[in-house]
């Protein structure tokens, strides 16, 4: 017996809006096309409730995967910000190098009885400066394409959890309508 002395068939069929009459009476409207009906609505309700809970759960993946997907964007960049840093640090020695070489080099010219302010003397100190700011450009341009591609690595993962994510959501969503 259920709640306030019912049987199964009369809870079942209240549940869905049946009324049934009392076992005790006349003609009784509880009959096999009837309780066939409520457990078709009862099987209804049941299936509405397992979308409910797959659609909620594929939802929170989909939210799952994007907090991920954030992550690995924060640290690409972080990984980016650090491959810049890192030249930066690179081009100040590639300077000081080169400055280095200047200063070997002219007392190189001046001990070999070379003026270091005319001729051919200006013409190799400015060569060297000119090397030497060269490389400091590759090293420049290099870290700008790593850090640059760090980024679009991690803005294309972030993208495809996205797209991913919401692409199995409403393909849930989808399969589970009528």
């Known amino acids: 017996m259920c709640v306030g002395g019912a049987t199964p068939v009369q809870a079942a069929t209240a549940a869905v809006g049946i009324a049934a009459a009392p076992a005790t009476g006349g003609g009784s409207l509880i009959t096999l096309g009837n309780v066939l009906t409520a457990a078709s609505a009862i099987s209804t309700v049941v299936q509405t409730i397992g979308v409910i809970r797959q659609s909620r759960a594929a939802s929170g993946q989909a939210t799952f995967k994007a907090g ?19 030249a930066e640090a690179d081009a100040q020695d590639k300077r000081r190098e080169t400055r280095q070489r200047i200063g070997l080099q002219r007392a190189q010219l001046a001990a070999a009885g070379f003026s270091v302010s005319e001729g051919s003397s200006i013409d190799i100190l400015s060569d060297t400066a000119a090397l030497g700011e060269l490389d400091v450009l590759r090293i420049e341009s290099d870290a700008q394409n790593k850090a640059d591609n760090f980024r679009k690595a991690g803005n ?18 989808l399969a589970t309508r009528p």
């Open 156 to 173: 294309i993962n972030a993208a495809s959890s996205l797209i991913s994510g919401a692409s199995k959501t409403g393909t849930t969503f």
């Open 68 to 86: 991920i997907a954030n992550n690995n964007a924060i640290i690409a960049e972080n990984n980016a910000q650090a491959v810049l840093q890192t």
